[in-house]
Every structure is written in C-alpha cells, then in structure tokens.
C-alpha cells in the first residue's frame, strides 16, 4: 500500500524537468521493474538492436519499448504512478490493433516506423467516435511519450495539424455542472450513515472524503494515527496556524499538504477511523490486500449503494467537490460561480480560490475553476479578444 515518490536524481534542474535523452530509460530509481537479466549493461539502442524491423512482430517490439521506458515520466526526471503506466500500455497497445482493425492498414507497422499518415488516419478514427477533448489531449501525449522514446522529439504535431478543431481537443477547464452531492439531491450524511454499517472501512474512508475533501486514493490510503501530526511537524509558518493537530495527506505527484482539524466534523471523521482500524500503523484499506483490490472494493460497495453517476448521479469525487465549493463559499461569503452565487471582488475571489486549490492539493490556483465554475473577473477576461477577432458571445453571455 506504499504510495511514495521515488528520490529527486541529482541531475535535476530547479524546474524538475528532465532531458530528454533516448539513451537514458535506464533504472533510474528503485521504484522501476527490474531489468531483464539479459539485458544487464546494455544500453536501449543495443536491446532494440536485437529485435530488428521488418523480422519481428511490432507488438513485440512494443512491449519491448513498454518494458524499458515505461515507468518513467515523460518530461520530468521521476517514475509515473502504476495506475498511469497501466492506462499508457494498455493504449499503446490498443493503438497498434486499431490501425489495423479500425484505420484500414492492411498491416501493423513497427513501432520505429510509426509515420504520420498513421497518427491522421488514428485521428479521424477518433473524431468519428466523438472523444471527448481530454481523452484526444492524453492520447496525443501517451503517443508523445512513445516518440520520445524512440528519440523522435517533435514527431506528434499539434493536434489542429492532424485536422482537430478547436473544440474537438481543447480541455474545459472550468465546470460547467455542479457535482456535489446536494446538488443532486443526495441525503449525504444518511447515504454515509448506510454505508458505515454495511462496512465500516468505506464508510470510514467517505467520512474523511467528506470532512476533508480527499480524493478516493488518499482517503483509502489514509492511515488515522501516522497521518495525524501537530502543528510543528507540519513546517507551515507560524502565522498559519489554525489547529493544534493537522492531518498529513500525500497526494498527487508525491506532493504532501496539511489538513487542519479545525472543525468537530475533521475530529470525528478521524476519530471513527481510528475506532475501525486495527493497529496504530493501519491504513483505511485492507492490509491483507493491496491497493488495487481495496480501491475496487471501494467502488464495489459505494456501486452497491447506487454511489454512480447512473443510479444517483454522484460518484466519491462528487463528495470532493461539495466539500471544496462549501469551502469557497466560507471563505468568499457566497456560493461559487458552478452554483449561482453571486459576484465578489477579484481580489476576494482569488484568495477563496488560492485556498480551495490548497485544500485540494493542487499547485495551480486555476484548478479550483474544475470545482467552482468561471468567475466574472475570468470570463471578462476570455472576451478582450484581439481586435482582428470578435468576443465569443457563449463566453460573454
């Protein structure tokens, strides 16, 4: 059930992106597989070597490229997440069958010779199937990342060079929905109620979803004793104290941030953690089990009790959003954009959105628009267009 980020190389730059070299897939940290042993001391160039084109099959030559590059980060020098490396394989894959089966080649190329007459015929296969804009946008940078590793920098266009508008690979960024629990009519606190007493390490994990705003990992991965610090382990400056005991949470990309227990709702959602669990070192999962199968189970039982988008039209991240817009709304003095509220200074604005991100756990102060909408001060900005060009009415309306 460890979760941790591998160690800094020191070869880093301050901005932590790494150079992109083909020759450079190597183990680089701990975290990767190991190596065949027949590949010991060869370099990437000299293993693909003995898997020359046109005489092996290119999907063996793919699982090749997936064996050796594909722990790594694409642009930055650290390993990706297995749930990452997983979905890239898994459409690499996909992406070779499809040529074939959806894009009309007779044959599959090998991958070194993937040209850019496949990657437009694989684009108008994806504009026929409607993708949405985001999953085009992590396509073409899985396909970026396979480039890379056959030292082809450059090789994947922009996506309008393939013949994709605008709005067919350009992400929204701001939500456009509410959805947060009540704003789906959810009884939250009696679904929550139910699933405590069907199993209670669920029930446990939606409780710290709904005190804190974790995401569905974190809460799952949360351990109720270890994680709980007070306020001089945290390293935030003195100023910013709010709490005695703060809350450890290690999310995304490793980064790590401070929850405070400010609130009887953060108290008792640990408390009842730590009353479900077995050991002082215990996580919200099951210890016999490793992260993959609790987060499965974890969707198993909220599926159980209609936590899906088709039966109550919520999921566990829905629960995140409720938790980040009513802390908006305490901070702003008003409901966020996504829910009708009404309009606050800019200044205002950005110190409420500067602080959901911070709960969230994100870098970006713009990855709070995912949670609470488009703001005036935001949208007045998108309609000063260019003086050759006309504002975008569905903007500024």
Known sequence: ??????????????????VQEA???????????????????????????????????PLKVLEVLIELFNALHTSMAKTVSHKTRQERAQFLRRFFRDLKTKAGFKTVPDPRNLGQKHLRAMVQVWQREHLAPATIQTYLSFLRGLAMWMGKHGFVRSPDHY??????????EYASRDKGWSAQGVDIDTVIAQVCE???????????????GLRRKESVLFRPFESIVPFESTGLPPEDKSADRYARIK???????????DSPARLAAVTFAQGVVSSQDAH?????????????????????FGITVRELGVTAHGLRHEVLIGHYAAMAGTLPPVRGGRTVSPELDRQARQSVSRLAGHARIR??????????????????APLSQEPDDSVCA
Request: glycine content about 8%; proline content about 7%; charged content about 25%.
């Open 1 to 18: 059930m460890s979760d941790s980020s591998p160690p800094r190389s020191t070869t880093l730059r301050s901005s932590r992106r790494r």
């Open 23 to 57: 020759s450079s897939p190597g183990r680089s940290s701990q975290h990767q597989p190991a190596r065949r042993q027949s590949w010991a001391g060869k370099s990437p160039q000299d293993i693909l070597a003995h898997y020359p084109t046109g005489k092996t099959p």
């Open 163 to 172: 013949g994709l508008s605008v709005d067919e690979y350009q992400r929204h």
């Open 198 to 212: 069907h199993d209670r390490f669920v029930g446990a994990s939606l409780r710290l979803i709904r005190a804190m």
């Open 251 to 261: 999310g995304k990309g490793g980064r790590v941030r401070h929850i405070p227990l």
């Open 284 to 304: 919200m999962g099951n210890p016999a089990h490793d992260l993959r199968r609790n987060l499965r189970h974890f969707d198993y039982v909220l599926t159980k």
């Open 367 to 384: 990855a709070s628009g995912a949670y609470l909408g488009q703001s005036a001060v935001m949208r007045r900005a998108a309609c000063k």
